[in-house]
């Protein structure tokens, strides 16, 4: 879950959960509000019921009764019950609704001076009224129609008003979350174009006086001290090996003037075509290093010219058995774009050969037949070189390592190498916009796969 979800979830939780509070309180209050307001209500009828009952003399029963019925409107489905002190009824309104009532309940409302209670729709109270030092108890009944009528319609709108408010604050939430955090957004995939290779990029500051201005300034300063180190690095790395190649140069061609002195001693041969062979290897280094100097300090993609890749492999391929004349290299080029042939690619040829060469040298190194299979596979978009040889292979934790500096794979112990030459194929790869993949088709299979954009 990113920091938008979780801001907004966190929102819209809290947010429902306080509507939730605030509108269950409206409805419980009102709720009760009716409720007091019918008791009131039932509680003023019963006192004058039973005061024009026992008071007004000239008030008969049958004369209450018909009061009681002109005034039954007031409360819907009214019923009125009047009992004395020996719970005995004395008066019983007109209405058809009926009371449950027992001795029991009588009782209670003689303890406790009040009772009230709901029963279907109907609310009851009950109530002991003294009148002229003569206690009296009252049962009532109504129908609080209107209230109900309300209460019901204040739920659903409670309820209308809940659901369109959590739609709402969700749908806000996340816009407004979004919205507010767009710039880190922004700033994310600015930083992500951002790589060894182009380092001196800065990110632009908004100019606001806000947390990511202050972010994007530190990262700034942070990218300023990095792309020093990095600079300071690859001088010295261009500047020594530069300056070792000329005494490597002078030591490889001393030695080989010896070598060839007619009265050097036979015991001193040996030794010295040892020393000249790790000359030579140290030299590789050098140049080496030199090649990766020289990649990663370029900036900008150089104007490529067009290339035959066809051409650079059969160079590479006669450079390489100059020197390994036991070397076996099968071909194949399979067009799948059903138009002519279209072998042409944008790039140094120098520089291509210098990593083409590597790959089938390394191939050739690590084989067990000593052959080599290269296939070009042309596609409409791009073409795909694969460069194959049987033998032992890597461990599989080893793979995705191959290619870094001084870095060698478990299959490459038993010979002589500094863990340079894929380090230096892959940068001169990347220099080109191109990709290059290391693969195990099978058991006993090293494949690279290198696909260059046409």
């Excluded at 007004?56 to 489905?77: P, R, W």
Aim: glycine share 4%.
């Amino acid at each position: 879950m990113n920091l938008k979800q979780r801001f907004s979830l966190t929102f819209s939780l809290l947010f429902s959960l306080i509507l939730a509070t605030l509108l269950f309180v409206l409805f419980t209050m009102f709720s009760n509000y009716r409720k007091i307001e019918i008791q009131n209500r039932l509680v003023e009828k019963a006192q004058t019921t039973v005061k024009l009952l026992v008071e007004v003399k000239a008030v008969d029963y049958t004369l209450l009764k018909l009061i009681d019925k002109e005034t039954i409107n007031n409360l819907y489905n009214e019923k009125t019950l009047i009992f004395n002190d020996s719970l005995g009824l004395i008066y019983s309104s007109i209405d058809d609704a009926v009371i449950n009532w027992d001795t029991t309940m009588l009782k209670k409302v003689q303890a406790e001076g009040y009772l009230y209670k709901t029963e279907n729709e109907y609310d009851i109270v009950g109530k002991s009224i003294k009148h002229l030092d003569k206690n009296y108890i009252v049962l009532i009944s109504a129908e609080d129609k209107f209230g109900n009528r309300n209460l019901v319609f204040l739920k659903e709108l409670v309820i209308v008003a809940f659901l369109a408010g959590l739609i709402l604050v969700w749908l806000l939430s996340f816009y407004f979350s979004k919205q507010a955090l767009l710039p880190l957004d922004v700033f994310k995939n600015k930083v992500q174009n951002i790589s060894e290779n182009n380092l001196s990029t800065r990110l632009e500051n908004t100019g606001k006086r806000d947390e990511i201005s202050e972010l994007t300034a530190a990262f700034n300063t942070m990218i300023e001290r990095i792309d020093k180190s990095f600079q300071y690095q690859k001088s010295f790395v261009g500047n020594a090996s530069h300056e070792l190649r000329t005494p490597l140069s002078k030591i490889s061609a001393q030695l080989e003037n010896l070598m060839q002195n007619p009265d050097l001693p036979q015991k001193f041969e040996k030794t010295l075509s040892s020393m000249k062979e790790d000359t030579q290897q140290l030299s590789d280094i050098v140049t080496s290093l030199l090649i990766l100097s020289k990649l990663e300090n370029e900036t900008q993609v150089r104007n490529f010219s067009n290339v035959r890749i066809d051409e650079i492999i059969f160079s590479s391929a006669e450079f390489l058995r100059k020197y390994h004349s036991d070397c076996k290299i099968h071909f194949e080029i399979i067009n799948e774009t059903g138009y002519e042939d279209r072998l042409e690619i944008k790039g140094d040829e120098a520089l291509l050969k210098i990593a083409i060469s590597n790959l089938l040298k390394n191939a050739y190194l690590y084989s067990d037949n000593k052959e080599i299979d290269i296939k070009i596979i042309q596609e409409k978009q791009d073409i795909k070189l694969f460069i194959s040889n049987e033998g032992d292979v890597p461990d599989s934790n080893d793979t995705e390592k191959l290619f870094g500096s001084f870095v060698r794979g478990s299959n490459a112990i038993p010979n002589r190498g500094f863990g340079l030459g894929l380090s230096i194929v892959k940068r001169i790869i990347q220099y080109h916009k191109a990709e290059i993949r290391y693969m195990i088709p099978s058991p006993r299979c090293n494949q690279m796969q290198l696909t260059f954009k046409i």
